[in-house]
Structures are given as structure tokens and as C-alpha cells.
T-cell receptor, first 118, second 115 residues
Framework: NAGVTQTPKFQVLKTGQSMTLQCAQD?????MSWYRQDPGMGLRLIHY???????DQGEVPNGYNVSRSTTEDFPLRLLSAAPSQTSVYFC?????????????????FGQGTRLTVV | AQKVTQAQTEISVVEKEDVTLDCVYE???????LFWYKQPPSGELVFLIR??????QNEISGRYSWNFQKSTSSFNFTITASQVVDSAVYFC????????????FGQGTELSVKP
């Protein structure tokens, strides 16, 4: 069971270049999300999706696009990279269910992508 | 608005000391979840615990224990007899039921355990 797989693990871009960070999950989770981690700021939500074909913005969406054509994949696109987008990016998948013992949720994170924009 | 505050930016202890990491949260939801994650120097996020808002029982797992108090909106994490391998950044996070899996993270606490 691979869980959440992010590629690449490391990337260096020049200002103005575009690229796509890949994220795939094999757990059939309905929810997927992208976060960026910057020093002293924890993880901040960029975009999220509640199912195939449905996406929405998080706290810091500017400069990023997403789409969710399948349950498994949730790529993050940088349209024109800027030095301010230098960060570590995490993809996550999760679900919410209601059981007899009450509602439950789990969140699973990929290994992260370290992006440097020069 | 939802918010998570980890007021301790850095903590340094000597091995075998006990250490408590504080987490205070804000939410208007009646059903919510609180998480702790560990981020070792290798960078991945390691899940430690999830606590539901309707279950205020404290939990112990080996040297780790968690104190959830709704009255003070806190979910503190204690490491007993700390070890060098506990050195990491620890994040507290808040999530809501049926909210698309979104998590609100605190700023993180960097724990350094010295031999």
C-alpha cells in the first residue's frame, strides 16, 4: 500500500518557469489537499478537493492551480514560479466517515517536495 | 475562524527530562478533531495522535501522553523521559468533520533533546 505519493522530491526552478507537482493516493479517499510549509509558519493550505471535479481555494492559493479529474490524482501547478514560492510542499489525502462510535477522520501525508525558485 | 496556537517556538531539554508542548485552539464547530504530528530532520510528517472533540479522555502511548481539555481549548503533549530521537518539530493541527479534510496547523514547536 503506497499511501500518498508525491513527485518529485526536490526541484529547482528559474523564476518564470512553470511546473506541476504530482500527488497520487491509492486509498480511495474523497478528500485531497495541498499545503506549503515555510519556516515559523507551520503548514498552510493552498487548495483542496472534496472529490473528483471539485476543488476550492485554501489560505494561500495565489500563483497555484489545481484540478481533480480522478479520485487518485491531485496535481498542483505553478504557472509562473516566483522566489516567494520557494517552500516545502505537502500533499495529503483524507476521509470522514460516521461510525456507530461517532464520526471519524484520518489524514495521510506524502513525503513532501522541496522546491527552490531562483 | 479556526486557529491553532503553539506559543513555544523552540524548546531545549536534556535527555531524560520531561517536556510538555502546548497547543491552544479556537473553533466554533461542535465536532472537530485535533492532531499531533512529528517532523523529524528527514522532513516527513509522522502522525502521532488524533483526538475527537467528544472524547476528552487523556491518552498515553509509551513515553507520550496527551491532555485534552475542552474547557481551556487545549491539547497539550507531554514526552516523559525524553530521548535524543525525540528531537524534531512538532505540529498541532485542527480539523472539522465533513470539511473537506482541511487542517489548520499551528506554527510548530522545535524540540531539541541534548544528550
Amino acid at each position: 500500500n503506497a499511501g500518498v505519493t508525491q513527485t518529485p522530491k526536490f526541484q529547482v526552478l528559474k523564476t518564470g518557469q512553470s511546473m506541476t507537482l504530482q500527488c497520487a493516493q491509492d486509498m480511495n479517499h474523497e478528500y485531497m489537499s495541498w499545503y506549503r510549509q515555510d519556516p515559523g509558519m507551520g503548514l498552510r493550505l493552498i487548495h483542496y478537493s472534496v472529490g473528483a471535479g471539485i476543488t476550492d481555494q485554501g489560505e494561500v492559493p495565489n500563483g497555484y492551480n489545481v484540478s481533480r479529474s480522478t479520485t487518485e490524482d491531485f496535481p498542483l501547478r505553478l504557472l509562473s514560479a516566483a522566489p516567494s514560492q520557494t517552500s516545502v510542499y505537502f500533499c495529503a489525502s483524507s476521509y470522514s466517515i460516521h461510525r456507530s462510535t461517532g464520526p471519524r477522520t484520518e489524514a495521510f501525508f506524502g513525503q513532501g517536495t522541496r522546491l527552490t525558485v531562483v | 475562524a479556526q486557529k491553532v496556537t503553539q506559543a513555544q517556538t523552540e524548546i531545549s531539554v536534556v535527555e531524560k527530562e520531561d517536556v510538555t508542548l502546548d497547543c491552544v485552539y479556537e473553533t466554533r464547530d461542535t465536532t472537530y478533531y485535533l492532531f499531533w504530528y512529528k517532523q523529524p530532520p528527514s522532513g516527513e510528517l509522522v502522525f502521532l495522535i488524533r483526538r475527537n472533540s467528544f472524547d476528552e479522555q487523556n491518552e498515553i502511548s509509551g513515553r507520550y501522553s496527551w491532555n485534552f481539555q475542552k474547557s481551556t481549548s487545549s491539547f497539550n503533549f507531554t514526552i516523559t523521559a525524553s530521548q535524543v530521537v525525540d528531537s524534531a518539530v512538532y505540529f498541532c493541527a485542527l480539523g472539522g468533520y465533513n470539511q473537506g479534510g482541511k487542517l489548520i496547523f499551528g506554527q510548530g514547536t522545535e524540540l531539541s533533546v541534548k544528550p
